[in-house]
């Protein structure tokens, strides 16, 4: 009988024993986000939080991952992103395939302004993973001065867009985003920008930009965000920092040529001396970038300059009207060969709105298609007249990685992935949106090793936790949230490409939101553990 009695004993320890954690993560080579080389180690969690974290835990959890050696790290927190539709799609598969266990949405100047009922909306809609967000300029003044926005605002405007501001930032928001290439941003003058950033700053947040100019003009547009935030008194978010246009060409070979090699390399350590520079004067900078040389956008964007962010009824106007039209036609000809180019091989139509059969065709090969031949001329008549039929998204290969590596390599400088939130299907886009964050860890780690691998996590992790003021996120330690993300540095790998974009990443082991599994072996879970992230909560 005594026997029986302390084989009781034994079994309620152990029962007791087997309730300690909910969760335990064995055999781990845990990155922690702060840029500190791996360590072997094992970590708990207990009612969503790290509870322990040590080389090794002792004590049973109710669920057991043995990790095999493979890394064990933070998830990913990305903070550019216009997942504002995961309220649609709350399993956010792109994101959760690729370790992104936090998004931040209201980026590049559009955002939701109820900012207190996109978090409740949230809450009921359960998503994967966590969401914060930005307000946006453009939707700030869009609200406010409707379809009179081609000037500046009165002062009694100007009050109306600082107290939508003020109430989003009470509400939770990081910051204030614009998007100055777009509507009706593109007709800010700074001082508006510098005012309405007063009152982000007001409330400790943080000014994140699309700058006015991406292409040969970004020094200068650099300038304009670092005088905001220096005269408004907050941190500057430089979004998805890129140096693109005509002068920039990656590929066909054939086109290489045309480089001006020189000029684009000079450019980019104008950019990085930009940056240092406003570092040392005190100001606050960071940027983020995704790891690809082509962009995404609007076929607007191979207008003349002048012409980009007209509505959509005044660009059609101008198209209608033959001679304007034939002048538009010999100005954006001139530009293209002026480059050095001498078609638009470098432009995919992803989604024009009415052209359906010419989804994802090159304009050339487009162009054979429609008009029996790929005559400059021609092509660029099927631009406009596309501009005139609903427009299209495009692809632009007109990026290099020589210039994104100095950029990718800065200190600063974090991993996001300009994405929305998908289930998995859906429209042809760019690959980044599901394969940014493991494009950096099998290209440039593994393949390259132009980042430690540490260090490339710290750009997923902490450095974006901190910098958004995402507070106990991003970072293994004892207290923070249990977001993590176990994957194999060795296999991990981006699968999405342009002409299959919505392929999962592969080589994640587990992602784990808020203590909750939401993706097995490359598989997602039904488990949505995701919650609304406040500023500086
Ligand atoms: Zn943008």
């Not at 500190?36 to 669920?63: F, M, N």
């Amino acid at each position: 009988m005594l026997w029986l009695a302390c084989a009781l004993l034994a079994i309620g320890s152990d029962a007791a024993h087997a309730a300690e954690w909910d969760l335990v993560v064995r055999h781990a080579l845990i990155v922690d986000g702060t840029g500190k080389p791996a360590v072997p180690g094992e970590l708990a969690v207990r009612g969503g939080r790290i509870a322990a974290l040590g080389s090794t835990v002792a004590g049973a959890g109710t669920r057991e991952i043995d990790a095999g050696g493979l890394v064990l790290a933070p998830g990913f927190v990305d903070v550019h992103t216009h997942a504002e539709d995961i309220l649609r799609g709350p399993d956010a598969v792109n994101f959760v395939r690729m370790g992104v266990t936090t998004v931040i949405v209201g980026n590049c100047g559009a955002s939701l302004l109820d900012v207190a009922g996109f978090f409740r909306d949230l809450e009921s809609a359960h998503p994967a993973i966590n969401v914060g967000t930005l307000v946006g300029h453009n939707a700030v003044r869009g609200q406010v001065m409707g379809s009179s926005f081609m000037r500046p605002p009165t002062d009694d405007e100007l009050a109306k867009m600082r107290g939508l501001l003020e109430k989003a930032m009470r509400d939770g928001a990081m910051g204030l985003s614009s998007g100055l290439i777009y509507l009706p941003g593109k007709y800010a003058q700074t001082e508006e920008l510098i005012d309405l950033a007063k009152v982000a700053a007001r409330h400790h947040g943080l000014y994140a930009s699309h700058v006015r100019d991406e292409q040969a003009g970004l020094p200068e547009a650099l300038q304009e965000a670092f005088r905001i935030g220096r005269e408004a008194g907050l941190p500057v978010e430089l979004s998805h920092l890129k140096l693109s246009g005509n002068l920039i060409q990656e590929q066909p070979a054939e086109t290489v040529a045309a480089l001006d090699r020189a000029k684009a390399a000079g450019l980019t350590t104008q950019v990085v001396e930009a940056l240092a520079a406003a570092r040392r004067s005190g100001l606050r900078v960071t940027q983020d970038l995704y790891g690809y040389s082509s962009t995404y956008g609007f076929l607007e964007r191979l207008l003349p300059k002048a012409l980009q962010g007209e509505t959509p009824e005044a660009l059609g106007k101008r198209l209608a009207d033959p001679a304007t039209r034939t002048q538009l036609a010999a100005d954006m000809k001139a530009e293209l060969l002026a480059a050095g180019r001498t078609d638009y091989s470098h432009v995919v139509l992803v989604n024009p709105r009415r052209y359906r059969s010419l989804k994802n065709l090159g304009v050339p090969e487009a162009t054979r298609q429609r008009r029996g031949t790929d005559s400059l001329d021609a092509q660029i008549d099927l631009m406009l007249g596309i501009l005139q039929n609903g427009g299209a998204t495009i692809i632009l290969y007109e990026m290099s990685e020589d210039e994104l590596r100095p950029l990718l390599q800065l200190p600063e400088t974090m991993i996001a992935s300009d994405s929305g939130a998908f289930q998995g299907s859906g429209e042809l886009r760019h690959p980044r949106n599901y394969g940014s964050a493991a494009r950096i860890l099998a290209r440039y780690v593994r393949t390259e090793k132009l980042l430690p691998l540490p260090e490339a996590v710290r750009k997923m992790t902490s450095l974006p936790a901190t910098t958004f003021q995402i507070k106990d996120r991003g970072e293994l330690r004892v207290g923070a949230w249990a977001d993590l993300v176990i994957f194999d540095p060795a296999t991990v790998q981006d699968r999405s490409t342009y002409a299959a974009p919505n392929q999962p990443a592969t080589g994640f082991r587990a992602v784990i939101v808020n203590g909750v599994v939401a993706a097995e072996n490359d598989a997602q879970t039904t488990g949505r553990g995701g919650r609304p992230v406040r500023r500086g909560q």
